[in-house]
């Protein structure tokens, strides 16, 4: 029989029913998991604020908070946003799945329950969050202004470099009303057309305003930006020297570092885009890089000595 092996991997199981509660609290304690239990899905996020468990195991139908509403409350706490929820249901009508996927969920498991089933997921979903954490680590570790919104416009989580500007802007990381609206107004917006490269503002009384430059969707239902104060003057004078730019050339490559498209910067500049490309060009070929990626990356590093991006 298969085996989850960190014996201190925690498993919240919330279920009504104390007969599977009591089955599935022996499978797992015996394959070496923590198991902590809630009878409801009130008792499931009082949990979830003091400890965060490695998984969730949800039953979908509870009388009360159902297990649908209890993932995307889990979903909206910065603390266990990221971790995997898998619903164990009797509803099998694809309806039902959906419902569950949608509500945040990232599997789901038919009753009865299978054991070895059951822990295999486990294993498999485990493994995944973990990779997903190091990832996030690695970020927080490279020192970038990253924020991932989930799709109903809660943040999902930040790298502590974020954090901070958030705070020092005065922006509330887990409740800003505006922040949400922003980013909500955008993804409408945008529509199917997800490519890199677009974002939104967020305007703040007696501060710069914040640029959110979109990267990416991850998992499918995590939108990554990366964070940046409003353009402070001399920026494009500070990359203009230090590359020695022309005052267009300049001005190209700072919306360039601000994540910016072609189509964007057009707009912005109130350039066509054959003439914007002629421009990356010449910034490529000043810069010693080969792509826009890289050209964003020189020009960051280049300000960040005077300026807080």
Not at 10 to 16: Q, R, Y
Not at 49 to 71: H, I, K, N, Q, S
Not at 158 to 165: A, E, G, H, Y
Not at 225 to 237: D, I, K, S, T
Request: net charge negative; charged share 25%; hydrophobic share 45%.
């Amino acid at each position: 029989m298969s085996r989850i092996e960190k014996d201190q991997d925690i498993v919240l199981l919330v279920d009504d029913s104390p007969e599977s509660l009591g089955f599935l609290t022996s499978a797992l304690e015996d394959a070496g998991v923590t198991v902590l239990v809630a009878r409801s899905g009130e008792a499931a996020l009082n949990i979830a604020l003091r400890v965060a468990p490695d998984v969730v195991l949800m039953d979908a139908v509870m009388p009360g908070l159902d297990g649908f509403e209890t993932c995307r409350r889990l979903k909206a706490m910065a603390t266990v946003a990221h971790v995997p929820v898998i619903f164990m249901t009797g509803l099998t009508e694809t309806e039902h799945i959906v419902h569950a996927l949608e509500s945040g969920g990232v599997d789901y498991l038919a009753k009865p329950i299978n054991v070895d089933e059951l822990r295999a997921r486990i294993r498999v979903h485990l493994a995944n969050a973990r990779r997903a954490q190091s990832a996030r680590i690695a970020l927080d570790a490279a020192g970038r202004h990253l924020v991932a919104f989930g799709s109903n416009g809660s943040v999902l989580w930040s790298t502590p470099q974020s954090t901070r500007l958030l705070e020092q802007s005065g922006v509330d990381v887990q409740g800003s009303g505006d922040m949400a609206v922003r980013f909500l107004a955008w993804r409408e917006q945008r529509g199917a057309d997800l490519a890199p490269g677009s974002g939104f503002e967020l305007k703040l009384t007696g501060v710069p305003e914040l640029q959110y430059g979109f990267l990416g969707v991850v998992g499918g239902d995590e939108y990554l930006f990366r964070l940046a104060r409003a353009q402070a003057e001399g920026q494009e004078e500070v990359l203009r020297q230090h590359f020695g730019l022309t005052l267009r050339e300049s001005d190209v490559l700072l919306w360039i570092a601000r994540g910016k498209s072609n189509r964007d910067i057009g707009e912005i500049l109130g350039l066509s885009p054959r003439t914007v490309n002629k421009h990356l060009e010449q910034v490529y070929t000043k810069l010693g890089v080969e792509n826009r990626a890289s050209a964003a990356i020189k020009a960051i590093q280049a300000l960040q000595v005077l300026f807080e991006l």
